[in-house]
């Protein structure tokens, strides 16, 4: 009963726990967890009456102990079939049916531990999906024109702006995933119309999306951009190149490298 008790009052702090939220935005987390917290209070009633029921039943077995220590008493050294003895087998018939059945409920209280047990497992997982932050902004942070190069060269955004969870490195330019989850990526750029230029997104060593602006003798400056969902794995790396023979504007916050945890995997 003790033990029963224990999960009894841990479950009830758990529950409390998962029900504090800073904000209920109607996601497809939330959602899950309202479920399970329905499952949650379903299983607590039915655990709160097997409780009481098992209460009453160790009562009526310490009772019929007693009763029975005290037929024993009363035998002599022989079985003969006194008032007392058809008392005892009685008591003996009893034993047997509230024994039967409280292995029975025992064996079902098993099962509810089991599946409260595995409740709690799937409300801690929702509230730590909730609660998993990623957000980065960064610009080159350098004065005029970067590049260009002779060859294609991964931009390292050196200005961090914001990067909450910490995966973006200003001193590689490589934002590196932190769990598995769907991620939205932007990147913009300004540069002149002297030199062409071309920025390259990639996820490890896979091209994502492109942004392009040709160079002109018309135009003084020029502004591009564009921006990609991402289904990324946990250590997965998304970064920027700039193409060779082009350039982008580094002072003034024009050039930048975005993205965010859109829903975590």
Same mark, same amino acid.
């Given at each position: 009963?003790?033990?029963?008790?224990?999960?009894?009052?841990?479950?009830?702090?758990?529950?409390?726990?998962?029900?504090?939220?800073?904000?209920?935005?109607?996601?497809?987390?939330?959602?899950?967890?309202?479920?399970?917290?329905?499952?949650?209070?379903?299983?607590?009633?039915?655990?709160?009456?097997?409780?009481?029921?098992?209460?009453?039943?160790?009562?009526?077995?310490?009772?019929?102990?007693?009763?029975?220590?005290?037929?024993?008493?009363?035998?002599?050294?022989?079985?003969?079939?006194?008032?007392?003895?058809?008392?005892?087998?009685?008591?003996?018939?009893?034993?047997?049916?509230?024994?039967?059945?409280?292995?029975?409920?025992?064996?079902?209280?098993?099962?509810? &531990? $089991?599946?409260?047990?595995?409740?709690?497992?799937?409300? #801690?997982? !929702?509230?730590?999906?909730? %609660?998993?932050? *990623?957000?980065?902004?960064?610009?080159?942070?350098?004065?005029?024109?970067?590049?260009?190069?002779?060859?294609?060269?991964?931009?390292?955004?050196?200005?961090?702006?914001?990067?909450?969870?910490?995966?973006?490195?200003?001193?590689?330019?490589?934002?590196?995933?932190?769990?598995?989850?769907?991620?939205?990526?932007?990147?913009?750029?300004?540069?002149?119309?002297?030199?062409?230029?071309?920025?390259?997104?990639?996820?490890?060593?896979?091209?994502?999306?492109?942004?392009?602006?040709?160079?002109?003798?018309? &135009? $003084?400056?020029?502004?591009?951009?564009?921006?990609?969902? #991402?289904? !990324?794995?946990?250590?997965? %790396?998304?970064? *920027?190149?700039?193409?060779?023979?082009?350039?982008?504007?580094?002072?003034?916050?024009?050039?930048?490298?975005?993205?965010?945890?859109?829903?975590?995997?």
């Amino acid at each position: 009963m003790h033990l029963i008790c224990f999960w009894f009052v841990l479950l009830l702090c758990s529950l409390t726990l998962a029900q504090e939220d800073g904000y209920t935005v109607e996601t497809e987390e939330n959602i899950e967890a309202q479920s399970y917290h329905a499952d949650m209070d379903d299983l607590l009633s039915e655990f709160g009456a097997m409780t009481e029921k098992l209460k009453v039943m160790e009562t009526r077995l310490k009772e019929s102990e007693m009763q029975i220590l005290e037929l024993r008493n009363k035998e002599d050294g022989y079985t003969v079939e006194t008032e007392e003895n058809i008392e005892a087998q009685s008591y003996h018939a009893d034993m047997d049916d509230l024994l039967s059945e409280f292995g029975a409920m025992t064996e079902k209280l098993k099962v509810m &531990e $089991t599946r409260l047990k595995e409740s709690e497992m799937q409300i #801690l997982e !929702l509230r730590n999906k909730e %609660r998993t932050k *990623v957000i980065f902004s960064a610009t080159i942070g350098t004065g005029g024109a970067f590049g260009p190069f002779d060859t294609d060269t991964t931009l390292i955004y050196r200005t961090v702006i914001t990067n909450i969870g910490n995966a973006y490195s200003q001193s590689t330019g490589i934002f590196v995933a932190p769990v598995a989850g769907v991620y939205y990526f932007t990147m913009f750029f300004h540069a002149g119309g002297e030199h062409e230029a071309k920025l390259y997104l990639y996820k490890n060593n896979e091209l994502m999306i492109v942004t392009h602006d040709h160079k002109s003798k018309s &135009e $003084t400056a020029d502004n591009g951009g564009n921006a990609v969902f #991402l289904q !990324l794995q946990q250590g997965d %790396r998304v970064y *920027v190149k700039l193409a060779a023979y082009c350039h982008v504007w580094g002072s003034n916050y024009h050039t930048t490298f975005s993205g965010f945890l859109v829903s975590q995997m």
